[in-house]
């Protein structure tokens, strides 16, 4: 074989070698882009307390008497003082929360409402 020869044989087998390691490196581009999708992170389908917190100060309640968690779901206990008119406003705006307890309090002096609310679950 002339020297030519020989130099178009390395050429060819270095090109080879180029188009072989591109091909290995897009195959295995695609399957780290499916394990990078693969490993997202899931749903969250349970609520913070300053998530929960958030979402109250949107309403006119007075004060938080107490927060629980039970299972991961946070239980908050309210007292919602005012006339009835208030009262009906701020039972409208709980419609957002799961209500699990509640006792109505009238006196002559003030009424009020102490609701037990948690979020609703996001499934």
């Known amino acids: ?34 394990e ?6 899931p749903k969250r389908n349970k609520i913070t307390l300053k998530e929960l917190n958030g979402e109250l100060k949107q309403l006119n309640f ?3 008497m107490s927060a629980n968690e039970v299972d991961g779901k946070w239980y908050v206990k309210l007292k919602i003082i005012g006339d009835k008119n208030e009262l009906l406003e701020q039972i409208e705006k709980l419609k957002a929360f799961d209500v699990n307890e509640y006792s109505i309090n009238k006196n002559t002096e003030e009424s009020s409402i102490i609701v037990k609310v948690s979020s609703k679950d996001n499934i």
Do not use: T
């Open 1 to 34: 074989m002339s020297k030519l020869h020989k130099d178009i044989m390395i050429i060819i087998m270095i090109a080879l070698v180029f188009v072989q390691i591109s091909c290995i490196n897009w195959r295995d581009k695609g399957k780290y882009i499916q």
């Open 36 to 41: 990078n999708n693969s490993q997202k992170e």
């Open 62 to 64: 007075n004060n938080i």
